[in-house]
C-alpha cells in the first residue's frame, strides 16, 4: 500500500515540478534561510505546540531536504531510494494508526517552514489532511511601511485575541474589521467556544466558496469571508443551511469579484451622453412602467436632507406624470430597512433609492435576492457590485460659499458645521476654506461638529467671534430657524446670504430617461467588474448656490464668474499647490488631485480651525454612517 501511494505522489510531483519550470518559477520547495531577515532584524517567539494550516505550510527551513519535494511538497526522488522506502513507511503508519509526532516549524509572514518532519507533511498533503500539529517559532520582522508588513503586525494584534493563523487577508484593516464583524471589541479575547464556532463557519463558507472556484480569484478566501459576514451578519451566517449557504454564495459571486479590482468603483463625473443605436430607435423596447420608492431615515418634515429627496421625488412625478408612479418610506431604520425593501418590492416598486449611507448593506442584500429590481442607494465611493450609488460634487458649491464668506466676513474668521466626517465631506470643509482663502488670505474657518458629544456649537461660535457661519444646507419645513445655509451674524442679527442647492429632482429625471431610452445598460462596462458610483456636479445641474439679495452685487458676479468656470471644467478647486495643516499635500502647480484623492480626503486645510473626529467622539446615531462611509485616516 506504502509503494502504491509513493508512486501516486511521485507523479504529482513530477508533474507540479515541470509545471513550475514551465512557469519560470522555483521547482523545489521554498527554503526560509534564503530570505530570513538580516540578524538583528527580526525577533523570535516560541508558540508552542500549534495546529497549523496545511496549505500554509510552503517549505523548509534549511536547504537540506528542500530538493527531495516539488513546490507542492510530493516527492520527486525515485522509487528505488531509501528516501522513497521510509515515505512509503510513513504512509502506512498514517493510514493505520495515524501520524502523531508533531512537526517542527517556523511561521514567517503567516507562512510556515518545516526544520523537522518534512516527510511527515507530504505524505499528510498527500492524504489531504486540513491542519498538522506542530511545535512552532514565530520570526517576527521588524515594522516598516511595507503593505504585507503592516497586515502582518495586525494580524499579531489579531492573534492575541484570537490564536487564528488559518485566515489571511490582502487589504489593510481587515482585521480589526472581522474582530467588529462578529461582535467583538478591538482587543477583547475569544473563548475557547468562540474559537470553535468561528472555526465551524469559516470552514462551511470556506468549503463552499473554494468548491465554485473561489481559488481562481485574485483575493484570499478570507477577503472573501469578510465581504460575506459583513453583508449578511456573522449570527445570520452561522444559522443558514448548508443549501441556503451555497445559494447565497453564488448570488454574491460578482461582489467577491469586485474584490480583485485595483479600482473598485467607476465614477461617473457626467451623465452618459451615448445614444442609442439606429435600429433600437427604429424598434423601440417596451419598457414596463416605473413605480419607484424613494426609502427616508427621518421625514421630509424634520429633515433638510430627507426634503431635498422629496423634492427630487415630487420632480419626477411632473416630469413624468403618465410614465411615472412614486411612493415614499420615512422613518427607516437600521432595524426596519429589510421589511421596508420587502414591502416595496412586494408592492410592485422596480426602482428604489435608498437615501442615506447606512441603508447600503440592505439595499445591496435585496438586490441580491432580486436582481430584476434596480436598487441605488445615496452614498459616495461605495464599492458593491449589486446596486448602485450616487451623490453630488457638492465640494464645488461649498468653493463657491466659501468665497463668499471670505468676502463678506469684516473680521476674517468664519465658521463652518459639518455633520459627519464621511468619504466627501472633508472635500467640502476644505473647499469652503480653499473659496475663502482665494478671496481672502487672512480668512480663518473655525470647524465644528454637529454629531460631537457634549458640544454647544452656538458657545463656540461667540467664542470665536465668527462673523459668518456655514450651517446646515438647507431649511427645515418644520423648523422655522434661519440658521442654514452661509448666513452673516452682527450684534446678534442674522442675515442669510448664499444657500446650496441639492437639485435631486434633476439628477433623478436624468437617470429615469436613460432606464426609459434603454441606455441604462451602457454605464456598466461588460469587460471589467466594477461597482457604478454617479458623482455629478455643478456641469450636470444637480449642485448650484443660491445667492441671497443680500449679497453685494460685486459679490454675486464673483460667484457667476466662479460657477461659469467650475461648470465648464475651466478650474477645480483641488488644483495647484494646496497646503494641509501638517504642509504640504499638492506641490504641482498644474495638477488636480484625482477624484478618489478628493472623495478619500484625510486632511484639513491650513486655514482650518479644528480637526476630524474619532468615532468615539460622536453620539450614537452618527456611528452607523461613519461604519459605513468614514473617513479613514492615512495621516499621523
Not at 83 to 104: C, D, N
Not at 306 to 330: I, K
Not at 525 to 538: D, F, H, L, R, V
Request: negative net charge; proline residues 4%.
Amino acid at each position: 500500500m506504502g509503494s502504491e501511494d509513493y508512486s501516486r505522489a511521485y507523479r504529482l510531483g513530477k508533474k507540479d515540478y515541470q509545471a513550475r519550470m514551465l512557469r519560470g518559477v522555483r521547482p523545489t520547495l521554498q527554503v526560509l534561510d534564503d530570505f530570513m531577515p538580516e540578524k538583528g532584524s527580526y525577533s523570535e517567539m516560541p508558540l508552542g505546540l500549534v495546529q497549523i494550516p496545511a496549505d500554509q505550510i510552503v517549505g523548509t527551513k534549511t536547504v537540506g531536504r528542500s530538493n527531495s519535494f516539488s513546490g507542492n511538497f510530493m516527492p520527486i526522488l525515485r522509487e528505488t531510494t531509501e528516501f522513497a522506502s521510509k515515505w512509503a513507511s510513513l504512509s502506512t503508519s498514517h493510514v493505520e494508526e495515524g501520524i502523531r509526532e508533531p512537526i517542527k516549524a517556523y511561521e514567517y509572514m503567516n507562512k510556515f517552514y518545516v526544520e523537522e518532519g518534512n516527510k511527515r507533511v507530504s505524505v499528510m498533503k498527500y492524504f489531504g489532511v486540513v491542519s498538522i500539529p506542530g511545535n512552532v517559532t514565530r520570526i517576527i520582522p521588524k515594522r516598516t511601511e511595507e503593505k504585507e508588513n503592516k497586515i502582518y503586525y495586525e494580524f499579531l494584534d489579531f492573534y492575541r485575541c484570537a490564536p487564528i493563523n488559518y485566515i489571511w487577508f490582502t487589504q489593510e484593516g481587515s482585521f480589526a474589521k472581522l474582530q467588529e464583524a462578529v461582535g467583538k471589541g478591538p482587543e477583547e479575547e475569544w473563548t475557547k467556544d468562540e474559537l470553535l464556532k468561528f472555526s465551524s463557519i469559516y470552514s462551511r463558507f470556506s468549503g463552499e466558496y473554494e468548491t465554485q472556484g473561489g481559488g481562481k480569484l485574485r483575493i484570499t478566501t478570507g477577503d472573501a469571508f469578510l465581504a460575506f459576514i459583513t453583508l449578511y451578519g456573522y449570527e445570520a451566517i452561522d444559522e443558514k443551511t448548508t443549501s441556503d449557504l451555497k445559494e447565497l454564495i453564488t448570488k454574491s459571486w460578482e461582489e467577491f469579484e469586485l474584490l480583485q479590482e485595483d479600482q473598485v468603483v467607476d465614477l461617473k463625473m457626467k451623465p452618459n451622453e451615448e445614444k442609442k443605436p439606429l435600429l433600437s430607435l427604429l424598434l423601440p423596447l417596451s419598457i414596463p412602467k416605473l413605480k419607484i420608492a424613494f426609502i427616508y431615515e427621518k421625514t421630509p418634515g424634520t429633515s433638510a436632507w430627507a426634503y431635498a429627496h422629496e423634492l427630487g421625488r415630487l420632480h419626477l412625478e411632473q416630469t413624468f406624470s403618465e410614465e411615472v408612479q412614486t411612493v415614499s418610506y420615512e422613518n427607516a431604520t437600521l432595524e426596519n430597512i429589510e421589511a421596508i425593501l420587502e414591502e416595496a418590492i412586494g408592492s410592485g416598486c422596480n426602482l428604489i433609492f435608498t437615501t442615506t449611507p447606512s441603508f447600503v448593506q440592505a439595499s445591496v442584500k435585496a438586490a441580491i435576492a432580486n436582481p430584476e429590481i434596480r436598487i441605488l442607494n445615496c452614498s459616495l465611493n461605495t464599492s458593491h457590485r449589486y446596486i448602485r450609488t450616487y451623490y453630488s460634487r457638492m465640494h464645488e458649491a461649498k468653493f463657491l460659499m466659501g468665497a463668499i464668506a471670505g468676502a463678506m466676513a469684516e473680521n476674517n474668521r468664519m465658521t463652518y458645521i459639518a455633520d459627519y466626517p464621511i468619504c466627501g465631506s472633508i472635500a467640502n470643509i476644505n473647499a469652503f476654506a480653499l473659496g475663502a482663502k482665494m478671496i481672502n488670505p487672512r480668512a480663518e474657518v473655525f470647524l465644528e461638529w454637529s454629531t460631537l458629544k457634549d458640544v454647544d456649537i452656538d458657545e463656540k461660535i461667540k467664542s470665536n467671534k465668527s462673523s459668518c457661519v456655514s450651517g446646515r444646507d438647507m431649511v427645515i419645513p418644520e423648523d422655522a430657524s434661519r440658521f442654514f445655509g452661509l448666513y452673516h451674524m452682527e450684534g446678534g442679527w442674522l442675515r442669510n446670504l448664499a444657500m446650496p442647492l441639492w437639485h435631486w429632482g434633476k439628477f433623478y429625471e436624468r437617470l429615469i430617461r436613460t432606464i426609459m431610452d434603454g441606455t441604462w445598460k451602457y454605464d456598466d462596462n461588460p469587460a471589467s467588474t466594477k461597482a457604478i458610483n454617479y458623482w455629478w456636479g455643478m456641469s450636470s445641474g444637480v449642485i448650484d448656490v443660491i445667492c441671497s439679495q443680500n449679497l453685494p452685487i460685486g459679490t454675486k458676479r464673483l460667484v457667476e464668474l466662479l460657477r461659469a468656470t467650475i461648470s465648464s471644467d475651466i478650474f477645480n478647486p483641488f488644483s495647484g499647490i494646496l497646503y494641509s495643516q501638517t504642509g504640504i499635500v499638492q506641490g504641482e502647480p498644474d495638477r488636480i488631485l484625482s477624484p478618489e484623492e478628493i472623495m478619500t480626503m484625510d486632511w484639513l486645510a491650513e486655514n482650518v480651525i479644528g480637526s476630524i473626529p474619532k468615532k468615539e467622539e460622536l453620539k450614537e446615531e452618527a456611528k452607523p454612517v461613519i461604519e459605513q462611509q468614514g473617513v479613514q485616516k492615512k495621516e499621523g
